[in-house]
Nanobody, 121 residues
Framework: QVQLVESGGGVVPTGGALRLSCVAS????????MGWFRRTPENEREFVAG????????KYTKAVRGRFTVSRDNDKSTVFLQMDNLQPADTTVYYC??????????????WGQGTQVTVSS
């Protein structure tokens, strides 16, 4: 089991920035790929960004490429999502997720509770 706790959400103006953090506890952090998802208007979880277990590979959905950056600090069992040039369309709940399969595009099996990001227009 992996427990995930997100933080860093909030309200920012259009064009602003936020940095989300997710601290993991439980099994060995370095064996898990980590990802960020967000809730869609249809109440589904949309993949946003992922980073492989070794940190060498990242993956982004097209809508955030060039604006968001995913990174990890294995010493602190933490994954980050730096979000720049935020737009109102980015407003939603963001979830941290962990995948035991090691690759950024794999199946994610553990989820945090989510953190709200609101971008004001």
């Amino acid at each position: 089991q992996v427990q995930l706790v997100e933080s860093g959400g909030g309200v920012v103006p259009t064009g602003g920035a936020l940095r989300l953090s997710c601290v993991a506890s439980g099994r060995t952090f370095t064996t898990y790929a980590m990802g960020w998802f967000r809730r869609t208007p249809e109440n589904e979880r949309e993949f946003v960004a992922g980073i492989s277990a070794d940190g060498r590979s990242t993956k982004y959905t097209k809508a955030v490429r060039g604006r968001f950056t995913v990174s990890r600090d294995n010493d602190k069992s933490t994954v980050f999502l730096q979000m720049d040039n935020l737009q109102p369309a980015d407003t939603t709940v963001y979830y941290c997720a962990a995948s035991p399969y090691g690759t950024a595009g794999g199946r994610y099996e553990y989820w945090g509770q989510g953190t709200q990001v609101t971008v004001s227009s």
